[in-house]
């Protein structure tokens, strides 16, 4: 008798072996499932890094250099730097805000910070700006020169708000970004039908300067993945008040601004006063 129970005891024993197999298998099979639901959830992380990554750069405009600055000799526009208040947010010791005003090309700003490097300007009162430029050489600043550079503006550093972003390869020369307001869309000019060519002749008539307290330029990156920056120059300019500006449209920059010029030399003489 005590035989025959042990038999029946290791045949039972037996029989509950594969139970346990089979419990281990749906563990194993539990783990496989969280292994291909982390890798799902990777790509798709990944998908949307990379998706962001394109839609930044999509948003950025790329501009050539320029040997020469045309703002310089245009009588439509006035620097107005100096106007403002200027501040960095790092810089090395004798290459600080006076080198980056002071109209030379030998001398520049160095920033000695973390990323990313800013320039703010503020303004007493709100001011009508059209362009910003910068003078850039990728040839003698190398791994310090700016890649990407950002624009913002608002009242103060609390509601700042992006209005460009552009990107450079390489610049020796001027890098020129206009500034301008928001097209109305309820204008009635502004939805009056015709050629394309001529919407976008008649809508740059109507560009108005960007108005604003407070502009910050961002350096985003630069050129070789470097960590500090060069800039040699930084110039803002304005239109030209309308007590000085009279009433002609100036094709150049697109404002309604201007002198009515003098088409004859003997009256030229007039058009400055000594």
């Not at 290459?95 to 030379?104: F, P």
């Amino acid at each position: 008798m005590d035989e025959q129970e042990y038999a029946e005891e290791g045949d039972q024993s037996q029989e509950e072996e594969p139970e346990s197999n089979n419990g281990d298998e749906s563990i194993a099979s539990g783990d496989g499932g969280e292994e291909e639901d982390g890798d799902s959830q990777e790509e798709e992380g990944n998908a949307a890094t990379q998706e962001n990554a394109n839609a930044s750069s999509a948003e950025s405009t790329i501009i050539k250099a320029t040997p020469k600055l045309a703002s310089l000799i245009n009588p439509d526009v006035r620097e107005i730097g100096h106007e403002a208040v200027w501040s960095l947010s790092s810089c090395k010791p004798g290459n600080g805000v006076i080198q980056l005003m002071d109209s030379s090309t030998e001398t520049y700003w160095q920033s000695d910070g973390a990323q990313p490097h800013l320039i703010n300007i503020h303004f007493s009162r709100r001011k009508a700006v059209c362009e910003v430029a910068f003078q850039l050489d990728y040839s003698l600043d190398e791994s310090y020169t700016p890649k990407r550079i950002g624009i913002k503006s608002g009242v103060t550093f609390h509601d700042l708000e992006e209005v460009k972003v552009v990107e450079m390869h390489e610049p020796s020369g001027w890098i020129s970004v206009p500034l301008h307001s928001e097209i109305d869309p309820l204008d009635d000019d502004h939805n009056n039908e015709g050629d394309d060519d001529d919407v976008e002749k008649e809508s740059s008539w109507k560009r108005k300067p960007l108005r604003t307290h407070f502009i910050q330029i961002c350096i985003l990156s630069m050129a070789q993945n470097g960590r500090d920056t060069h800039v040699r120059q930084v110039k803002l300019f304005g239109p030209r008040a309308a007590g000085d500006a009279g009433q002609i449209k100036a094709p150049a920059t697109g404002f309604a601004l201007g002198l009515p010029r003098f088409q004859t030399v003997e009256m030229s003489q007039f058009s400055t006063i000594r």
